[in-house]
């Protein structure tokens, strides 16, 4: 039987709500690259794209604590769960992905942020 992921999943829902109501103890990073920024994006978020890895994965201790909560997203929710386990095997305790990525957030939460 294959064990759990190390980290929790969340719907855009939540993500709205832990935004609206989270003190700044939450830490918001996005997976996707430079350019699909520039086509829509969730302000908070901090940029970490998967493709540039080799260029930021040493300072993520010293950018991130490993102890706070930390939400991942990208465009559907793929890139960001392997950022959420390659966290989790950082020591980070409290990964949470989200669950349709951006384009969910568009669809279900704000229509301002546009869909790509």
């Known amino acids: 039987m294959a064990s759990p992921p190390p980290f929790q999943e969340i719907d855009v829902q939540a993500?709205?709500?832990?935004?609206?109501?989270a003190s700044e103890s939450?830490?918001?990073?996005d997976v996707r690259e430079p350019q699909e920024l520039a086509m829509a994006e969730i302000a908070g978020f901090t940029n970490l794209p998967l493709s540039q890895f080799a260029d930021w994965q040493a300072q993520i201790h010293s950018?991130?604590?490993a102890d706070q909560e930390t939400i991942v997203l990208c465009h559907h929710g793929m890139r960001s769960a392997q950022?959420?386990?390659?966290?989790a095997g950082q020591g980070f305790t409290q990964v949470k992905n989200v669950v349709g990525g951006i384009d969910a957030?568009?669809?279900k939460v704000d229509a301002s942020v546009p869909r790509y």
Request: charged letters at 10%.
């Open 15 to 21: 993500l709205a709500e832990t935004m609206a109501t």
């Open 26 to 29: 939450v830490q918001l990073i």
């Open 63 to 65: 950018q991130f604590e």
């Open 83 to 87: 950022m959420c386990q390659w966290l």
């Open 105 to 107: 957030y568009s669809l």
